[in-house]
């Protein structure tokens, strides 16, 4: 059977989570914030509908590969509730899912700019075939659409 994985903040709090949870149950400590907004600039970006701009503090790389690994053993699901579960967690999603692609292929996944220019070179497909296409691979759909549109006026 899998276990589930729950994220808390602090060791000790694992500690007595897990005591609580019981069998089935992984409690992992994330020895504080995964991420935080970027310390140079603002960190938003105000002409994006201040869309913020994360960045994964470098003592937390490890602890984006080690949930690469349970991502890639199955873990966290699949899809849209991974993406949900990592986001509920703190996790960045996109890091998560680049560390991944790269645990899988020993490369980084392209950048949402490369997939735009792919999109609009038509290999990605058209219409509800490319979004799941885009989706199964780890993109934001919505991301990228919105670039090729920006790319095409």
């Known amino acids: 059977m899998q276990d589930n994985l729950v994220i808390v903040e602090s060791p000790a709090k694992a500690k007595t ?11 992992k400590s994330s020895f504080g914030h995964i991420r ?23 003592d937390k790389k ?28 703190g996790y960045d999603y996109a890091a998560v899912q680049n560390a991944v692609n790269a645990k899988l292929s020993g490369k980084a996944a392209k950048s949402n700019t490369e997939i735009a220019k792919e999109v609009i070179a038509d290999k990605w497909g058209n219409g509800t075939d490319r979004k799941k296409r885009l989706e199964a691979a780890g993109y934001n759909y919505a991301a990228v659409q919105k670039l090729v549109n920006e790319m095409l006026r």
């Open 62 to 89: 490890k602890t984006v590969a080690e949930i690469a690994d349970e991502v890639i053993a199955g873990k966290w699901g699949n899809g849209t509730d991974r993406k949900s579960r990592l986001a509920a967690a």
């Open 17 to 27: 989570i897990e005591k609580f949870l019981g069998k089935g149950y992984v409690v």
């Open 36 to 58: 935080d907004l970027a310390k140079k600039g603002l960190g938003i970006d105000i002409a994006n509908d201040f869309a913020p701009h994360y960045e994964i503090s470098a």
